[in-house]
T-cell receptor, first 112, second 116 residues
């Protein structure tokens, strides 16, 4: 079975632009979470979706939004990009709540 | 508040040495999960282990072992006979039990460098 897949793998954007990151969970997994990992730090929780509903939101501004589709894939959108949004964005899928999360390889976003 | 502390920023060992990575956590919940993940240079977080707070039995998996002690709020990870392929950043993480979300709270990670 394929693992969690994320696209694109790398992205360079200019300040003020908008970006959409995509994630396909492991087949059969209904929960998708997004994390931001700044260089030298641990991942920080952004969102969790379960069965297409938002189940959790971290301490991120409203410029960050996400959604989950009927096939359980997910998109993370970030508007009005700032230099500080440069990070590795990780997607994780879980079969259910309260279970271990399996991570994709991430999208490395650079804002210039 | 929930918090995970990994006080060791970097550890360097020579191949075949044993190494222990420390993890101390804080939570007011009586039931919770603890995790260890490995992050090689490729960036993907690789799941290693999950422990429930009500199961303090230590676990061994090959060269890996985990020591969970609720009394000291610690969940330490030992690699026996380390190998160069063990070089990575290791993260300890905490999540709630039975909640609507399985949000993970990560420590800042420990960079392990195993020299040949």
């Amino acid at each position: 079975d394929a693992g969690v897949t994320q696209s694109p793998t790398h992205l360079i954007k200019t300040r003020g632009q908008h970006v959409t990151l995509r994630c396909s969970p492991i087949s059969g997994h209904k929960s998708v979470s997004w994390y931001q990992q700044v260089l030298g730090q641990g991942p920080q929780f952004i969102f969790q979706y379960y069965e297409k509903e938002e189940r959790g939101r971290g301490n991120f501004p409203d410029r960050f939004s996400a959604r989950q589709f009927p096939n359980y894939s997910s998109e993370l959108n970030v508007n009005a990009l700032l230099l500080g949004d440069s990070a590795l964005y990780l997607c994780a899928s879980s079969p259910d709540r309260g279970t271990e999360a399996f991570f994709g390889q991430g999208t490395r976003l650079t804002v210039v | 508040a929930q918090k995970v502390t990994q006080a060791q920023t970097e550890i360097s060992v020579v191949e075949k040495e044993d190494v222990t990575l420390d993890c101390v956590y804080e939570t007011r919940d009586t039931t919770y999960y603890l995790f260890w993940y490995k992050q090689p240079p490729s960036g993907e977080l690789v799941f290693l282990i999950r422990r429930n707070s009500f199961d303090e039995q230590n676990e061994i998996s090959g060269r890996y072992s985990w020591n969970f002690q609720k009394s000291t709020s610690s969940f330490n990870f030992t690699i026996t006979a380390s190998q160069v392929v063990d070089s990575a950043v290791y993260f300890c993480a905490l999540s709630f039990y039975g909640g609507a979300t399985n949000k993970l709270i990560f420590g800042t990670g420990t960079l392990l460098a195993v020299q040949p």
